[in-house]
């Protein structure tokens, strides 16, 4: 829970100075508290040292890149909110961006109040969804994130631990397509191997639940949690 009157804080990981220093002067303008580092080993170091509510990583940076960073720090069960910025703009590299775990990608350059508002909203709804109590997820069923209660017409159940961090990764991208792979990294820990068909077992379950029309299978990609 974030004290009232605390800045949030960013870890920005940019190995250009005058590009850190620019990014992070003008989000500190915007109120937050940044800590700019300029290699992939000194971001993972730092990540595990101190608490940050959002990171901001550069890809082609030095000793470490920005997607083999965010992957150690998944793995690591760290699952605070990405954005990566970066001058990779292949299709392939968005596709490996967000398989490494991210939430957003930009394209260099950008405007610094596009990311400012990327950022904010990246944010609000991380911490909404850490917070709420119960979501409503459609006519029949609500989900309590921080008990895995689904509360529906005929009564309630209990999720298992791994099927409620499947379901709050889906919900956290609601309406967007997860990968296999951010999935699997947000819900198994690193000594616990997870696999494309333990997930589809997962998944199975949850849809089974929830209704097919809920958890939607994007062939050979992922799956997406429909908006109601």
Known sequence: MIKKGARLRILLLEDDPLIGDI?????????Y?????????????KAYEERFDAFIF???????NGFDVLKSLRAAKQDVPTIFITSLSSVEDMSNGYDAGCDDYIKKPFELKELQLRLSKLLKRSFSLNNEDKIVLNDLWSFEPNTGKLSGKEGDLFLTKKETKILKTLISHKGKMVSHEQIINAA???????????LRTYIK?????LGKEMIQNIRKQGYLLAVS
């Open 188 to 198: 198994w820990d690193y000594d616990d191997e997870g696999t494309e068909e333990n």
């Open 205 to 209: 379950k949850l849809r089974k639940i």
């Open 33 to 45: 508290e940044v800590v700019n580092v300029f290699d992939g080993e000194e971001a993972v170091d």
């Open 58 to 64: 550069d890809v082609k940076v030095p000793l470490k």
């Open 23 to 31: 990014v992070s002067e003008f989000l500190e303008e915007c109120g």
